[in-house]
């Protein structure tokens, strides 16, 4: 039985909290690498990607433990794992993307794929920038700010990609593959504005 801890964990929820961002910049970069390299190295990077997804996973778990283990949480605890979940969500759908573009037999890639992997990729630099402030409930909202253009430049990319798709005389399956790509790339940068949602219902919340 795990014990309960009196002792408020407020360092290490904070660092946990800065490895689960810190791994969301990573495997946007490796992202970026598949795509700008593709196909040299596709099976190798996307691996990389999965086990990325895996150390999310773990941060997660990590954080969902304490929690449960820790009697005086930083701020509230419905929070906390609001929190740790929505990370841990951008990197599913990275990787869910990246095993796509590996499994669905592509054959080139789209530019306006890797315009998307560069907003994400930027969303969680800010994103980063963002939790770095969390602990002492720090100001972020030229942050918070920055992530939701972002979160519309990532649609507006994914919208002219998925019309570009059915505007060509592209085949039938090239068109289903992408447009499924190109919404799961979508998905991770809509993830990132959840993300900032979720930050700035905390800050609002610890003024």
């Avoid at 770095?132 to 002219?160: N, P, Q, T, V, Y």
Wanted: aromatic content about 6%; charged content about 35%; overall charge negative.
């Amino acid at each position: 039985m795990a014990r309960l801890s009196l002792v408020p964990q407020k360092r290490e929820f904070f660092e946990l909290y800065n490895r689960a961002a810190a791994n969301i910049v990573t495997i946007a970069e490796r992202l970026i690498e598949l795509l700008d390299s593709f196909p040299e190295r596709a099976e190798e990077l996307a691996h990389e990607v999965k086990e990325l997804e895996h150390d999310g996973d773990r941060i997660r778990h990590e954080v969902v433990d304490l929690i449960n283990r820790t009697f005086v949480t930083p701020f509230d605890r419905d929070d906390m794992y609001r929190l740790s979940g929505v990370l841990d969500d951008i990197c599913d759908h990275v990787d869910e993307a990246a095993g796509k573009i590996v499994r669905y037999g592509v054959v080139e890639i789209r530019e306006q794929a890797r315009g998307q992997a560069q907003v994400i990729r930027r969303a969680g630099g800010k994103l980063a920038e963002a939790i770095g402030g969390l602990e002492g409930f720090r100001e972020s909202r030229s942050e918070l700010i920055e992530l939701r253009e972002l979160e519309d430049e990532g649609d507006e990319l994914a919208h002219d990609a998925v019309s570009s798709l059915f505007r060509g005389d592209a085949d039938p399956l090239t068109v289903i593959r992408w447009k499924d790509i190109h919404e799961g790339l979508e998905e991770a940068v809509d993830a990132c504005e959840k993300a900032a949602d979720v930050l700035e219902a905390i800050l609002v919340k610890n003024r």
